[in-house]
Each structure stands twice: as C-alpha cells, then as structure tokens.
C-alpha cells in the first residue's frame, strides 16, 4: 500500500471538519481506534460498530464520505491509504471533542490515553493520527498533548523492551519537533538535558537543530516553606480558641520584617536537588543545598487543600443560618407573622450566600497547593504556596522515572 499523498491528508482533514455529520463520526471513530488500540487489533466485528454507531445516533446514511461509508470501512477495514487517512483524522476531531467537553482534570488521562494508543497505530498499522493533531487540534490541547508525550521518552527502559523503548521515543520526537509551538522546542530541549539514554539524546540534539536552544525550566516546583493548613480537630480547637489568631499576627510581624523561608525543588537525571533559603529585610541570611537520589524517595505529594478559615466558618455560616431559619419559619407558619416569615428566608439566605462568598474566596488563594517530598520514611521538604500544575508534573515525572 503506498502512501497518502499531502493532498489526500489535506482532503481528509477537511473532511472531518466540514461533514454535515462530523461530531458523530468524529465521536465513532475515535472509541473505534482507542479500542482497537486497547486490545491491539485492528479487527472489528459488524456487531461492535453497529452498537457504537447506535450510541452516537448515528445512522449508515450520514457515514458517506469521499472515501466511501465510514461504518462500512469500519467493518471490512480500509483498503486505501486515504481510507485509512479518513478515520485517523475523524479519530483526531473526536479526540479534540472529547477534550472540550472533559473536565480540566480529566484532560491529561485522556491526552495521555490518546498518545498511548497512536503509538502503537502509528508503529503497527497505516493509520497515522498524528498527523492531524497540528491541523485538527486545538493549540491549547496541543500544548498539553506535549507534556503527555514527554513522559514515556524520559522514563528509563533496560532490557528486552530497550528496542521498543526507543522506537516510540523516536515517534513521540518526531511529533514534538513537527509540532510549531514553543513548548515542543522546550520539551526538545529537556530531553537533550535529562535524558541518560544517549541514543534518544542525539536524536533530540539533531531536532533541535542548529538554532539557538531554548530556556529550559526543568521540572522544578517554587514555594514557602512550611505545611499546607488541613482541616483537623487541633485546627478548630485553634481557631475557637484564638491561637490561629496569634499565629496570623506573627505571620504578620514576620513579613513586615521581610522574614521569609522559601524552598525549591529540581528534578535533576538521577536525583532531586533541594534548595532553601532564608531572608530578613530581604537579605538573604541563610542558603541550604541537600541532593536525594530518586532511588531513596519514598513519596513525593502534591496537596490542594481548602483553606481551613474559609471552609469552617462557612459551613458554620450555613448551618446557623439554617438553623436559625428553620425555626423562625416554624414560628412564623404557626403564628401567621409576614414579618418572621421575611427573616427566616433572610437568614437562610445570608448563611447560604456566605458559605458561597467563603468557598469563592477560598478557591483563589494558592496557599491551598502544597508538595511535600519524603525520603527515608522523613518528611525533608514541605512547601505551600506552589503552581499546582507545576507540582502535579513533577510527581508524576518522579514517579515514572523510579519505575
């Protein structure tokens, strides 16, 4: 089978996102492939595409294509390369679908699932979804597609699997550099520093190229030293008792003085670099380097917590309100008295309202993200006021690299 020609890519791509019916199709073709892909096999039976069709209120006559009726090159399998063409790019249109349509959590399972599973269509079979994500994908999701194909090339490979390793580094680098934007030539250049395979690192040195490389932020994690505030019986009793009060106060006094500790942590290839610093007058008084090897981390955590003020006094809030309501109302119905009846719902709206204006306000401080990095069974790095997504990408990163 010869391969598709850039005319071929161009019509199916614009195809998948001008059909009358492209949403359905798009949504069919893609748990279609991920499936597939799942069970490594491309065989599809009559039965499993006309229930899949039947999900998605598609019907055979609005499966026409260019190509020819997609619901029947699902159940026979395409013959041409510009069949095979077709359904990857529907596949990448109900890939970008999926994602707007996710919330922002799900997002990096989904895009991570989505790499896994054109890795091996790519390696295996004709079909070739990554050549749609640049004219099908949203930049945004491209932006995220490539921190999820960053990981599989740093991960460590020995072994039998050393082969296959390398091969879908190869593929995810050739992604990155056909990519145009500023984060793959980022990405690029990481792998070029991280990476202690020397083969994927001369790979990602040539894709650079010749031109200037690019600032390289590493994964690394800035903050305040100290402990994430959690919601505990010690923290009520706290605050009922104006300790937390106090402690507020010196926080105070302390940044008047311009006290503050700060820490950062840096993945480095084969260990976590730790460093913390202590200024008064903002003058740095105190600096600490440590080194961990990844061998001897036992956990590394990132935390979103609710602010424990916000979330008390809010629930509190609600329920004095409630309570106060319920029994104005009861009094109000038995007395037959407008004015209590007006109090009651006042009260339970001002409860409601200030438990919503608490948790909004809750949301916005970044106090509420921690990272905390244990080794030896010691806890030897606790941070607040850190990017979550920033956190959540280097423990991942460590995970995947000590396995």
């Known amino acids: 089978m010869s391969l598709p020609t850039i005319g071929a890519l161009d019509r199916a791509a614009t195809e998948a996102r001008q059909h009358p019916h492209g949403r359905q199709l798009a949504a069919l073709c893609f748990d279609m492939l991920s ?6 096999e491309l065989k599809a039976s009559r039965r499993m595409v006309r229930l899949r069709s039947g999900v998605h209120r598609l019907l055979r006559n609005q499966a026409d294509t260019a190509e020819g009726n997609l619901l029947a090159l699902l159940e026979r399998g395409p013959e041409r390369s510009a069949q095979w063409a077709t359904i990857a790019a529907f596949a990448v249109r ?6 707007v349509e996710a919330e922002a959590a799900e997002r990096r399972e989904i895009l991570e699932r989505f790499a896994r599973h054109a890795d091996w269509l790519e390696l295996s079979t004709p079909y070739a979804p990554y050549r749609f994500v640049k004219t099908l994908l949203a ?27 390398r091969a879908r580094a190869a593929l995810r680098m050739h992604v990155l550099s056909s990519l145009d934007r500023p984060g793959s030539r980022v990405v690029l250049a990481r792998l070029a520093e991280s990476t202690q395979d020397s083969w994927i690192r001369a790979l990602a040195q040539h894709a650079l190229g010749t031109e200037p490389l690019p600032a390289v932020d590493g994964f690394e994690v800035k903050g305040v030293w100290g402990h994430v505030p959690r919601i505990s019986a010690l923290r009520i009793v706290q605050y009922l008792v104006g300790w937390a009060l106090l402690q507020a106060l010196a926080r105070g006094v302390a940044y008047g003085f311009g006290f503050e500790r700060t820490g950062r942590v ?5 260990a976590l670099h730790v460093r913390r610093e202590t200024r008064l007058f903002g003058r740095l ?12 981390v036992g956990c590394a955590l990132r935390e979103v917590s609710m602010p424990a003020f916000q979330v008390l006094f809010g629930a509190l809030a609600l329920a004095t309100g409630v309570v106060l309501g319920v029994i104005w109302l009861s009094d109000a119905v038995a007395r037959g008295d407008r004015e209590l009846l007006m109090s009651a719902a006042l009260a339970l709206g001002a409860g409601a ?7 909004g306000w809750g949301r916005l401080r970044r106090e509420r993200a921690g990272f905390e990095l244990l080794v030896d069974q010691r806890r030897v790095v606790a941070l607040r006021r850190v990017d979550p997504e920033r956190a959540q990408r280097l423990v991942e990163q460590i995970a995947r690299r000590r396995t």
């Open 35 to 40: 499936a597939q892909a799942e069970a490594r």
């Open 94 to 99: 109900g890939l970008e679908e999926k994602l």
């Open 139 to 165: 930049e945004e999701y491209q932006d995220q597609l490539i921190e999820a194909l960053e990981g599989v090339v740093l991960a460590p490979s020995d072994g039998p699997s050393l082969a296959a390793h």
């Open 266 to 270: 840096r993945l480095e290839a084969n």
């Open 285 to 296: 008084l105190r600096v600490s380097d440590a080194s961990y090897a990844l061998r001897d």
């Open 353 to 359: 309202l200030l438990d919503l204006v608490l948790a």
